[in-house]
């Protein structure tokens, strides 16, 4: 595809994408690396070359990469997200909420985006937030314990107990299904816990 139109921006993206597939890192750069060059259009590139380079394990150009995404188009979604999970990382919690609020914000169905953003805005005690950022999850992935967990201890938070036990209780019943019993009995506890003080 790429000998046939050498120019074009998106084969190059797709053979990137492609590459990435396979977890051809190397191979995948080197594409869309080519991408940049022929597109007008960067910000989707960098994200995606930011995305190898966190997978390769170097924040540093992950973080110039993204910088490079945000200054092609500062409302790039993913851009932000990505921005805010590496902040995250680092262990800059503040401007990692920043980031992922502009990133909702921007898409309101970046799933992963909310969750992250939903447990700092647990952090912060901001529980209606994190149940609307948490509502998002669940229905996105019905599957995942995780974002039921969550959910209930949003609404826990917001003083909804019955439906804060039923989303706990429903968490617990998605670890046992997994075959995860450090979760399952996480659950199990706090729902034991909650139950004492009601």
């Known amino acids: 595809m790429v000998r046939v139109i050498p120019g074009n921006a998106q084969a190059y993206e797709a ?4 590459y990435i597939q396979q977890e051809n890192y190397d191979q995948a750069l080197v594409y869309l690396r080519r991408g940049l060059q ?4 960067k910000s989707n590139l960098y994200v995606n070359i930011a995305n190898i380079q966190m997978l390769q394990d170097d924040p540093e150009s992950a973080r110039a990469s993204l910088e490079q995404a945000l200054r092609a188009d500062d ?3 993913r851009a932000q997200n990505q921005m805010g999970y590496l902040l995250f990382q680092e262990g800059d919690r503040d401007a990692a909420y920043e980031y992922l609020l502009r990133s909702v914000r921007l898409d309101p169905d970046l799933i992963s985006a ?3 953003l939903g447990q700092l805005l647990l952090e912060r005690e901001l529980y209606l937030q ?3 950022s948490y509502r998002k999850v ?6 995942e314990p995780a974002g039921f967990y969550n959910l209930g201890l949003a609404l826990w938070g917001q003083g909804l107990h019955a439906q804060a036990l039923s989303n706990i209780e429903l968490a617990r019943v998605l670890y046992e299904r997994q075959g995860d019993t450090t979760g399952a009995e996480r659950a199990t506890e706090l729902i034991n816990f909650w139950s004492a003080q009601r």
């Open 130 to 132: 994190a149940v609307l």
């Open 38 to 41: 022929a597109s007008s259009d």
């Open 15 to 18: 053979l990137g994408n492609l």
């Open 114 to 116: 909310h969750a992250l």
């Open 138 to 143: 669940t229905e996105a992935r019905p599957n």
């Open 75 to 77: 409302r790039n979604a």
